[in-house]
Structures are given as C-alpha cells and as structure tokens.
C-alpha cells in the first residue's frame, strides 16, 4: 500500500491539464478585460475622429442650422463600432472667446468674503440666463467668432460578457469634446449684464 501511495505522488501525468484548468478563466477573464478595454479606446478614437470633422462643418455659418445633420454624421461613424442600439447626447456651448471656455461667471464677493458665490451678490450674466453660473457658457452653437465646447457623449453595450464578474457596468460610456471657433460670418453678440439677486 506504501508502495502505491509513493508510486502515486511521484506520478506527474496530467498535471498540466489539472493547472491549466485552474489557470485558463483567469486567463481568459483577463484577456476579455484587455479587448474590452482596446475596444472601448478604438470607439473612443473614432469618435474624436469623426468630432473633429463635424467641428469643421460646425465652424461654418451653415452649421448654425445644421446641428442634427453633423451630430447625425458623427453617429452614423461610431455606430459601424459600438453597435446601433447606442445612444448619443450632444451638448455646445459657446463663448466669447477661447480664454472664457470651463470659466464661472464673474461675481463681487461680499463679506465675509468666502471666494464663492452667494445668493445676493452682483455678478455677471453673460449667458443671459438670469442666474449666476459655474459655466459661462450659453447653450447651442453661439454666432460669428464665438468659441464652442462640443461634446458627444456615447453610451453602448460591452462588447463582451465579463463585465459583471469584474464588477463593472454592462454598459461602456465614453466621450469626446472638441473647442472651435465659429468663422467671422457676422458681427460678433457679447452681452454681460450685471445682476443682483
């Protein structure tokens, strides 16, 4: 009996299929976090791709009526990537320049002075809207000279299925922004009024 249990640890046949069984869903697990992630940066590179052509298009005097046209083209890129059922969300907003892109609204600080925004301080309006803003930034296209954030925001189903066992969502979301400057096709609107709420 001695014997066979000596004879039986020394066997070493079929180690590696029992090892590889242990190692291959780790494995592939790995190996399909690695794609989706390529997959997601391929998507992602494509989008900006087609951003920076729609920007172009969007510069023009045309592209102020031309809005879903260009966000249609750059759907109709991604979609041949992420699949049909994914779904777009497109945001511009325009400012006076390119210094004044991600910039608040200018307001005066009363005591106690905090360097934030209170209710009842004068400020600047400069997107019109009657409020103070985080963003000065007035939504859609903007007119002659007018600097633009457009942003696409894509969210689609992963391409494959191990997202729930790493914890992730099923859905990938990924985005791209371009900033352009609308071409000199008219005089250039710049309306700041001061408030006080």
């Known amino acids: 009996m001695s014997r066979r249990r000596t004879t039986l640890r020394r066997d070493r046949s079929g180690v590696a299929a029992v090892e590889f069984a242990i ?30 052509m729609a920007a172009r298009n969007s510069t023009l005097e045309s592209g102020l009526t031309s809005t879903t046209t260009i966000d249609n083209y750059v759907k109709d ?22 210094n004044s892109v991600g910039k608040a609204e200018n307001f005066v600080d009363k005591p106690p002075l905090n360097g934030q925004y209170d209710v009842g301080e004068c400020f600047e309006d400069v997107n019109g809207n009657g409020q103070w803003d985080a963003d000065l930034g007035k939504s859609g296209q903007g007119g002659a000279q007018d600097a633009v954030l457009y942003t696409m925001t894509v969210t689609y189903k992963r391409m494959f299925p191990m997202a729930k066992m790493l914890g992730w969502s099923a859905n ?23 408030k006080c709420t």
Do not use: C
């Open 172 to 194: 990938q979301t990924i985005s791209a922004t371009t900033v352009l400057r609308n071409q000199p096709y008219g005089n250039q609107q710049m309306p700041v009024y001061a």
């Open 23 to 52: 190692l291959a869903p780790v494995l592939f697990l790995m190996l399909m976090g690695f794609f989706d992630l390529a997959h997601a940066e391929y998507a992602r590179s494509v989008l900006q791709g087609a951003m920076q």
């Open 77 to 98: 890129q991604v979609k041949g990537i992420v699949g049909a059922q994914a779904t777009f969300s497109s945001t511009r907003l325009s400012y006076a320049d390119f």
